[in-house]
Nanobody
Framework: QVQLVESGGGLVQAGGSLRLSCAASGRTFNYAVGWFRQAPGKEREFVATISRSGGSTYYADSVKGRFTISRDNTKNTVYLQMNSLKPEDTAVYYC?????????????????WGQGTQVTVSS
């Protein structure tokens, strides 16, 4: 069983940057890894996902061109670099490991989740 721990969240002004990390312990990542976020009173939404090799990525339209997902399999860690942050990016950000090799936005296709890290963007 894998345990995922997110870090790197915090308070930043609009236009600023943050880098989130998702570290796995217990075993290595076997499949794709995704980032999701949930703002107060809203549904959890997909942000980005990356294949096991790191060669393929997919982003939500709302973050495309601003966020970059990457992974370092030697460190068993996945990153989310967030630039040009907007107040609407404020949310708790979660990483999760997929149950499939296929890149998917569907949270039901992810079975191991971290506890989340808060990102707050002030205007």
């Amino acid at each position: 069983q894998v345990q995922l721990v997110e870090s790197g969240g915090g308070l930043v002004q609009a236009g600023g940057s943050l880098r989130l990390s998702c570290a796995a312990s217990g075993r290595t990542f076997n499949y794709a890894v995704g980032w999701f976020r949930q703002a107060p009173g809203k549904e959890r939404e997909f942000v980005a996902t990356i294949s096991r090799s790191g060669g393929s990525t997919y982003y939500a339209d709302s973050v495309k061109g601003r966020f970059t997902i990457s992974r370092d399999n030697t460190k068993n860690t996945v990153y989310l670099q967030m630039n040009s942050l907007k107040p609407e990016d404020t949310a708790v950000y979660y990483c999760a490991e997929s149950i499939t090799w296929v890149l998917t936005m569907d949270p039901n296709q992810y079975d191991y989740w971290g506890q989340g890290t808060q990102v707050t963007v002030s205007s």
